[in-house]
């Protein structure tokens, strides 16, 4: 069982930066494939970025260049780096974990992006 706790969300200006970080308990967390989803009102909730065990990246087409996954196992914790934020990147942000088919989610944290 894993728990994620998601910090760093609020209100930012277009153009704006907001870092997300994402606390994991449990002492596997190097073994779990993380990542960022996001669930705009209305909408589903589609992969942002996840971040392998390897260290390998993948970022989705809508924030490739302004958004960036990263690890720290020691710590083990996720974060999200967001820079050059649009209005249409506001939604609610998850963390998720998968190992073996399991898949577990944090409670989401709100990111408004508005002038």
């Known amino acids: 069982q894993v728990q994620l706790v998601e910090s760093g969300g609020g209100l930012a200006q277009p153009g704006g930066s907001l870092k997300l970080s994402c606390a994991a308990s449990g002492s596997i967390f190097s073994l779990y494939v993380m990542a960022w989803y996001r669930q705009a009102p209305g909408k589903q909730r589609d992969l942002v970025a996840q971040i392998h065990t390897s260290g390998i990246t993948v970022h989705a087409d809508s924030v490739k260049g302004r958004f960036t996954i990263s690890r720290d196992n020691a710590k083990n914790t996720i974060y999200l780096q967001m820079n050059s934020l649009k209005p249409e990147d506001t939604a609610i942000y998850y963390c998720?974990?998968?190992?073996?088919?399991?898949?577990?989610w944090g409670q989401g944290t709100q990111v408004t992006v508005s002038s």
């Open positions: 998720n974990a998968a190992l073996m088919g399991k898949d577990y």
